[in-house]
Nanobody
């Protein structure tokens, strides 16, 4: 089992940047694929980015491709989401999620963090 804690959210102006972190407990973090999702008020939770267990494969939603970068440091049990050129429509609660095995872009993740708020002002 793994516990996830997100951090790094906040208020930023359009065009700005934020880096979210997802810190995981446990000694087998490298066996988990990790994804970032977001949920805006009144909308469904949507996929943002995902990374494979070793970090060699990454996937992005079309809406963030070229602006967001997912990475991981298994020695630190942490996954990052670097968000550049932020837009007001990126405003949401951002969640990280983990699953044993192969990476997926669906919401089929067993473990979820509590979320961190990102607000982008225009």
């Amino acid at each position: 089992q793994v516990q996830l804690v997100e951090s790094g959210g906040g208020l930023v102006q359009a065009g700005g940047s934020l880096r979210l972190s997802c810190a995981a407990s446990g000694r087998t973090f490298s066996t988990y694929a990790v994804g970032w999702f977001r949920q805006a008020p009144g909308k469904e939770r949507e996929f943002v980015a995902a990374i494979s267990r070793g970090g060699g494969s990454t996937y992005y939603a079309d809406s963030v491709k070229g602006r967001f970068t997912i990475s991981r440091d298994n020695a630190k049990n942490t996954v990052y989401l670097q968000m550049n050129s932020l837009k007001p429509e990126d405003t949401a609660v951002y969640y990280c999620a983990a699953r044993v095995g192969i990476v997926t872009t669906s919401r089929d993740f067993a473990y979820w963090g509590q979320g961190t708020q990102v607000t982008v002002s225009s």
